[in-house]
């Protein structure tokens, strides 16, 4: 339960509370804000107004028919404030507009086989000022900047992406981060991008949600991250290299989820077997084509990502295993049907294995994320403990 503290000098702590229980609680009243903050009835109402006051907050019809005064229902204003969200990848980049409700919106995406820092940077430059001119002058006012992920060390594993030519430094995150801001003019936030993909898992998450669960999001790497204890906030979604989780592979040699499960040992399996190495979105390879390759690569990496969850679930009681990323539904079903068949077959000495689930975000994951991340910066309550609602 989030605990508001009705003192003057913590005025931006109790918004931040309000906010993040109606952004939680879409339709909560002022009595179950008050409530569920522990604010007193006139400090929470004397906030909603003010919230109301600067448009971050709508008001709905007034509920009636029910015991007690009527109640008006309180919900996000989704054109309170909007973010841009991009990210970065080895093979692609995405740029999408998010506003305030968690909604994403014209997303664009662009895949490449050499990636070029020089070049990437331009092109995601000039994608974010095209969405900018798409927007009204109050939606640009309303523009707090942009939410930027990418792989917390894409600047070490240029090599296996196939970049020879270009020196590191150009990739790391704090430089793409300066440089972002440099060319757009906007404030921009990092966000590792398995970290955004758990955020935006949890946010599309249906009531009631999932308390505990471990995120993996396949890419050409596997990213990662858990949310813990029904947490919001910082302590409660945390980044997680889930993808470095070390497994044995045959019982021969150690190796790592990312070198099983990725869509990068995919692309890579496919040229041992002679195949035409897949490009572009995934959701357009030629799968058909591909199927000598994927009914091996979905079993290897349905192990592999069993005995990662197998391996997190020691350490943490988390009650399923979301699996996500750009695959189209049909290998996404057929992958997370063998890894719910190894997790089955996997030995257990106190509990049963969690189940894999599908995510529900797609290959958005991470740069809707990135966004959704910033605007609860700038927003809402980071003590939230709102799952228990």
């Known amino acids: 339960m989030v605990r508001g503290v009705a003192q003057s000098g913590v005025r931006l702590a109790n918004e931040r509370t309000v906010l993040g229980l109606i952004a939680i609680g879409p339709g909560s009243s002022n009595a179950d804000v008050a409530r569920l903050s522990g604010l007193g009835a006139q400090t929470t109402s004397r906030i909603v107004s003010e919230l109301e006051e600067r448009g971050l907050i709508l008001r709905g019809q007034v509920l009636r028919g029910r015991r007690g005064q009527p109640a008006t ?161 910082e302590g409660g979604c945390r980044p997680a290299e889930l993808g470095a989780i070390m497994i044995c592979d045959g019982l021969v040699a150690p190796s790592f989820v990312h070198y099983l499960a990725s869509l990068g040992s995919f692309m890579r399996a496919a040229e041992k077997a002679g195949l035409p190495k897949p490009s572009g979105a995934p959701a357009d390879w030629d799968w058909a084509a591909l199927e000598p390759v994927v009914e091996p690569w979905t079993n290897c990496a349905g192990q592999a990502l069993a005995r990662g969850i197998m391996s997190v679930s020691a350490v943490i009681d988390i009650e399923a295993a979301v699996i996500d990323g750009p695959l189209p539904d049909a290998i996404a079903d057929r992958l997370l049907e063998r890894v719910n068949h190894h997790l089955q077959q996997l030995p257990t000495i106190t509990q049963r294995p969690p189940p894999a689930v599908k995510g529900r975000v797609g290959s958005v994951g991470a740069s809707v994320g990135a966004a959704q991340l910033l605007l609860f910066d700038r927003f809402f309550s980071r003590a939230w403990n709102l799952m228990a609602t």
């Open 73 to 233: 229902p309180l919900f996000i204003n989704p054109n309170g404030a909007f973010c841009i969200g991009v990210e970065i990848g080895w093979r692609h980049f995405e740029v999408v507009l998010v506003d305030m409700a968690g909604v994403s919106v014209r997303p664009t995406r662009q895949y490449f086989d050499q990636p070029d820092a020089d070049a990437l940077l331009q092109q995601v430059a000039a994608e974010v000022a095209r969405l900018r001119e798409s927007l009204t002058n109050e939606q640009r006012e309303h523009l707090v900047g942009i939410g930027l992920s990418s792989p917390t060390s894409i600047e070490k594993n240029l090599q296996p992406a196939g970049v020879t030519d270009q020196p590191p430094q150009a990739w790391d995150r704090l430089e793409l981060k300066s440089r972002l801001q440099a060319a757009t003019g906007l404030p921009v936030e990092w966000y590792n991008d398995g970290h955004a993909a758990t955020w935006a898992e949890l946010i599309a998450q249906p009531h009631p949600r999932m308390r505990s669960f471990a995120h993996f999001q396949i890419g050409i790497a596997v990213g990662g991250g858990l949310v813990l204890d029904g947490g919001f906030g």
